[in-house]
C-alpha cells in the first residue's frame, strides 16, 4: 500500500458522517454569495442591456436615457475598461461586445441604487445594430463550415482494414442535445474595492484564481491586488468553471469606477438566456464487429455545439474523444473532433465535460446495433467490456479492468436481472399498450484533468495554541461535499476528533494559483495537499511528543486527540498538550501543502499519453414503464455499483452517485433545450428558459426502488486514503434509462426491431421511437453500401426530423 493511500487505525475519513453544512443547507443559514449583500452598506445593483438578435453588429449605443432615470449610477461600456475588455482565457469573448453574437448577449451594463433602478435604466438604452446572418443548429454550423479550436483526431491502429475485416459494419448519424446546468444559485459575484484600490470579489465560482486573474486583466491590475473568496455555491456543476469570471469583472469594475460595492446577480431568465450549458453534439459513424459480436473497429467523427466562443469546448471535446470507447475494447479507431462555432451561449463545462457525450454516442450505436447483430443488448455490452492486459485508443493501459466485471455481476445477481428480464418478456406478451424494458449499461471514466499542469493542489492548514485546527484548500464547495470529505482528511492526518477542525471559506489570498474544482478531482487534489501540510505538522509535533513520552518519534501515534507511544504500556497524553509543549518550545505549529498528481503524461497534438491517475467504474441496471398511446413513461426501479475507492465519507458518496444519476437521467430523457431555429425574429432566441418550459427531475421521476452499493474491495492505490473521485462518473449511469427506453419501445414493433431514439428521449421522442418500432418502414433505417458515408439529411425533412435521428445500416454477408 502506498503512503498516500494507506489509512491508520480507526480514522476519521471512511465514517459515514453528514455533509459538514447540512443543517444550515436546511434551516436556510448558510450563507450563499448573495445573502452578503443584505450586510453591505452602499450597494449598487448592476443589471444589464441584453440584445436580441442571433447576430448582429452594434452600430450605436445610446446610454443617455439610462442616466436620467431615478437610481441610475452609471452605465458601464467598453470605453470603462481600463485593462483588457475580455472575458475569457482564450481572448475569444469581449466582455463588452461591439458584435452581438447570440440572442441575449448583454452590451453594456447599468449600475442602479436599487435592482428596479438598474433595470429601468438597462430598459432605457438604445442599441442601434445590423442584423448579421446566423447559425443557429450544429448542423447549419457544419454546413457552413463554421468550426472554431483545434480539430484533434485519436487513433489506434488501421480503421479502414478493420472495418473491411468485419462481419458486420453499420453506420448511422447521431445528434443530441445539450443540457443547462440549473444550479439552484444563479450567477453572483459581490466586489469592493478597498483604499489602496486593492479589489475584493466575492463570487459564486468553481475557480476562483481565474476569477482573479480575469479581473486582474480586465481591471489593468497584477493578480495580487485582487481576492477573489467563494463561500460556498448552490451547485456548479461545471456550470461555474469558467462562466463567473466576466460577471465578477463587471461587478470589480463597477466597484472600481464609483467606489461603491457592486452586486451582480443575474435571475433566472439571465442565467439561461446569458450562460454556457452542456455542448450538444452531432456524431457520424462507421462501426465494425466481428461474427461474435465482438467491437472492431469504429470511425467517428464527433462535432460539438460550441457555441460562440471557445469557452472550455476544446478541452471538452478532447475528453469526449478520450470517453468514446466507455467500458469497451475497439481495436481498431479513429475518432475525428471539430468545434462548430454557432450563434447560441457559448457552450462550457458540464459534469463529466464531455466524457458523458463521447460515451453516449458508443453507447448509442450498442444499443441500435444489438437487435441487428441479433443479440440482446446486455449481452453484447457485457463481450465488449475491457480485459486485462488491454488500452484505450490514446495509450492509457485500463488498470482493474475485473472491476468492471464484478460490478457487472453483482449488478446481474442484485438485481435479479435474469428473472426479471423473463417477467418483462411475460408482462410484454400480455400487454399490447404498455410495455417494459430492462437495461445495463457500464461506466468507465478518468479522472484527472487531461491537461497535466491542472493536476496540484494547495491548503494552508493551522494549528492554533489551544489544539484547534483551521483548514484552508484551493477547492471550492458546491454542494459536493468536498469540505466535509477534507475536514475528515485533516483529522484523521493529524489524529484529532472531527470536531476539532474546522474550514474556512476558499479565497486566493491564503492558497494560490490553484485549479478550478473540478474533473472529480477536488479530493484527490486538495486530499493530498491537507495530507502533506498535517503530516509537515505531525512530524514536528511527533519531535516533541518522543522527548514527552521517552520513545522515539517514529514510534509515537497519534489518534482521537491523543499521542501516544508505539507500545501498549504507553500513556496517552491530550492533543493539546502537546500543541502547547510545542508552542514554548517555538516549534511552527502551521504548514502550507502542496500535492501533484505524480505519472501523468498527456500530448495533446498526438492525443496520445496517460492523461488520468486512475479510472472510476459503474454498472447500473434500469427498468422502465412505457405508454403505448403518449410515449410517457416510469422509471420503476434502479439498481447501481458504483466503484468510489475505499470511500472517505459513505453517506456524502451515496449523495452523489444518486445525484449524479438522476442528474444524467434529466439530460437523456427529460430537459430539452429548445432553441428558435426559425427565420423569424425571434430567430436563436432559447425558447426554453425557465423552470416553467424546462423540465427538470423532480420527486415524481425518481425511481421507485432505487439501490446503491459501493463496490468493496476496491482500495485506490493513487489517491489520498485509498479513495476515488465520485462527483461526475455517476451522472452517465443514466445511459441504463435510455437503454430501457429504446428496449421498451421496441416492445411495440416485431422481434428485433432496432429503434432510433433521440436524445432527450422525451415522452414526445420515445412516442416516435414506439411508432418507428410500430412500422419500422416508416423509421430512419435504410440500407446502404458497406463502408459508404452516412448522407447529410435533406433541407425539407419532415418535422420530426429534428428531434430524431437517422441511421442507415448494412449488414455485410459474411
Ligand atoms: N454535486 C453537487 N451537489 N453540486 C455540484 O455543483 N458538481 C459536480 C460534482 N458534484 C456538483 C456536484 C461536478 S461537475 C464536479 S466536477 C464535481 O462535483 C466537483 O467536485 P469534486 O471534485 O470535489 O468532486
Ligand atoms: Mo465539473 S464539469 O468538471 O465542474
Not at 42 to 55: G, I, R, S
Not at 250 to 267: H, S
Amino acid at each position: 500500500m502506498s503512503a498516500l493511500s494507506e489509512r491508520p487505525t480507526d480514522p476519521v475519513v471512511g465514517r459515514a458522517v453528514p455533509h459538514e453544512s447540512a443543517a444550515l443547507h436546511v434551516t436556510g443559514e448558510a450563507l450563499y454569495t448573495d445573502d452578503l449583500v443584505l450586510r453591505t452598506k452602499d450597494v449598487l445593483h448592476a443589471h444589464p442591456v441584453q440584445v436580441l438578435h442571433a447576430h448582429a453588429r452594434v452600430t450605436a449605443l445610446h446610454t443617455e436615457a439610462a442616466l436620467q432615470v431615478p437610481g441610475v449610477v452609471r452605465v458601464l461600456t467598453a470605453a470603462d475598461v481600463p485593462g483588457v475588455n475580455d472575458a475569457g482565457v482564450k481572448h475569444d469573448e469581449p466582455l463588452f461586445p461591439d458584435e452581438v453574437m447570440f440572442y441575449g448577449h448583454a452590451v453594456c451594463w447599468v449600475l442602479g441604487d436599487s435592482l428596479e433602478a438598474a433595470r429601468l435604466g438597462a430598459a432605457a438604452i438604445q442599441a442601434e445594430v445590423e442584423p448579421l446572418p446566423s447559425l443557429v443548429s450544429v448542423r447549419e454550423a457544419i454546413d457552413a463550415g463554421s468550426f472554431q479550436g483545434g480539430q484533434p483526431t485519436v487513433e489506434r491502429g488501421d480503421v479502414e482494414a478493420g472495418l473491411a475485416g468485419a462481419a458486420h459494419v453499420f453506420s448511422g448519424e447521431f445528434e443530441f442535445a445539450g443540457q443547462e446546468h440549473f444550479y439552484l444559485e444563479t450567477h453572483c459575484a459581490l466586489a469592493h474595492v478597498d483604499e489602496g484600490g486593492q479589489v475584493f470579489v466575492q463570487s459564486s465560482t468553481q475557480h476562483p484564481s481565474e476569477t482573479q486573474e480575469i479581473v486582474a486583466h480586465v481591471l489593468g491590475l497584477s493578480n495580487s491586488e485582487v481576492t477573489v473568496q467563494c463561500l460556498r455555491m448552490g451547485g456548479g456543476f461545471g456550470g461555474k468553471e469558467m462562466q463567473p469570471h466576466g460577471l465578477a469583472a463587471i461587478a470589480a469594475l463597477g466597484a472600481k469606477l464609483t467606489g461603491r460595492p457592486v452586486r451582480l446577480r443575474l435571475n433566472r431568465t439571465q442565467d439561461m438566456t446569458m450562460t454556457g450549458k452542456r455542448h450538444g453534439f452531432h456524431a457520424r459513424w462507421r462501426v465494425g464487429f466481428d461474427a461474435a459480436g465482438r467491437l472492431q473497429a469504429l470511425d467517428a467523427t464527433l462535432t460539438s455545439d460550441g457555441g460562440w466562443s471557445l469557452d472550455l469546448s476544446e478541452p471538452v471535446l478532447a475528453r469526449a474523444l478520450c470517453h468514446i470507447d466507455n467500458a469497451y475494447w475497439i481495436p481498431d479507431v479513429r475518432v475525428n473532433g471539430r468545434i462548430a462555432k454557432t450563434n447560441k451561449t457559448s457552450q462550457t463545462a458540464f459534469r463529466g465535460f464531455g466524457g458523458p457525450q463521447g460515451m453516449l454516442v458508443i453507447e448509442d450505436i450498442l444499443g441500435r446495433c444489438a437487435p441487428l447483430l441479433g443479440q440482446d443488448a446486455a449481452t453484447l455490452r457485457r463481450r465488449n467490456l475491457y480485459s486485462a492486459g488491454q488500452t484505450t485508443p490514446y495509450g492509457q493501459p485500463v488498470r482493474h479492468p475485473e472491476r468492471l466485471a464484478t460490478a457487472w455481476q453483482q449488478v446481474l445477481d442484485t438485481s435479479d436481472f435474469a428473472a426479471r428480464t423473463e417477467e418483462i418478456a411475460a408482462f410484454n406478451d400480455a400487454h399490447g399498450d404498455t410495455k417494459r424494458g430492462l437495461a445495463i449499461t457500464p461506466v468507465k471514466f478518468g479522472v484527472s484533468f487531461n491537461f497535466t499542469a491542472f493536476n496540484q493542489a494547495g491548503a494552508l492548514v493551522h494549528v492554533y495554541k489551544d489544539g484547534s485546527v483551521l483548514v484552508n484548500h484551493g477547492g471550492t464547495e458546491m454542494g459536493q461535499g468536498l469540505h466535509t470529505k477534507m475536514l475528515q482528511v485533516a483529522a484523521t492526518t493529524l489524529g484529532v476528533p472531527l470536531h476539532r477542525v474546522r474550514l474556512a471559506p476558499t479565497r486566493t489570498d491564503k492558497v494560490p494559483n490553484t485549479s478550478a474544482t473540478a474533473a472529480s478531482s477536488g479530493a484527490d487534489l486538495n486530499g493530498g495537499a491537507i495530507k502533506n501540510a498535517c503530516e509537515q505538522i505531525r512530524e514536528r509535533l511527533a519531535q516533541v511528543a518522543a522527548e514527552r513520552l521517552g520513545v522515539p518519534p517514529v514510534d509515537v501515534r497519534f489518534g482521537d486527540g491523543r499521542v501516544r507511544g508505539i507500545s501498549f504500556a504507553s500513556e496517552p497524553v491530550p492533543w493539546e498538550e502537546i500543541v502547547q509543549l510545542a508552542y514554548f518550545q517555538r516549534v511552527q505549529l502551521w504548514a502550507a501543502g502542496y500535492y501533484r498528481t505524480e505519472g501523468l503524461h498527456w500530448d495533446s497534438t498526438l492525443m496520445r499519453g496517460e492523461p488520468f491517475k486512475y479510472f472510476s467504474y459503474g454498472v447500473a441496471a434500469s427498468e422502465v414503464e412505457v405508454d403505448g398511446f403518449t410515449g410517457a413513461y416510469r422509471v420503476r426501479r434502479v439498481d447501481i455499483v458504483h466503484d468510489v475507492g475505499d470511500s472517505l465519507s459513505p453517506l456524502l458518496d451515496l449523495g452523489q452517485i444518486e445525484g449524479g444519476f438522476v442528474q444524467g437521467a434529466g439530460w437523456l430523457t427529460l430537459e430539452e433545450l429548445r432553441w428558435d431555429e426559425s427565420d423569424g425574429i425571434t430567430r436563436g432566441r432559447l425558447a426554453s428558459s425557465a423552470a416553467s418550459t424546462y423540465k427538470l427531475p423532480s420527486f415524481s421521476e425518481m425511481p421507485e426502488v432505487f439501490n446503491v452499493t459501493l463496490l468493496t474491495n476496491a482500495t485506490e492505490e493513487g489517491a489520498v486514503y485509498g479513495s476515488k473521485a465520485v462527483g461526475e462518473p455517476p451522472l452517465m449511469l443514466a445511459f441504463s434509462v435510455r437503454e430501457a427506453l429504446r428496449q421498451a419501445a421496441a416492445a411495440f414493433g416485431p422481434v428485433g426491431v432496432s429503434v432510433d431514439l433521440a436524445s432527450p428521449a422525451t415522452p414526445e421522442a420515445v412516442f416516435w421511437a414506439i411508432e418507428q418500432a410500430r412500422c419500422p418502414e416508416h423509421g430512419h433505417v435504410e440500407e446502404g453500401a458497406p463502408g459508404v458515408e452516412p448522407e447529410q439529411p435533406d433541407a425539407d425533412a419532415p418535422l420530426m426530423e429534428p428531434y430524431s435521428e437517422r441511421v442507415q445500416h448494412q449488414l455485410t454477408q459474411t
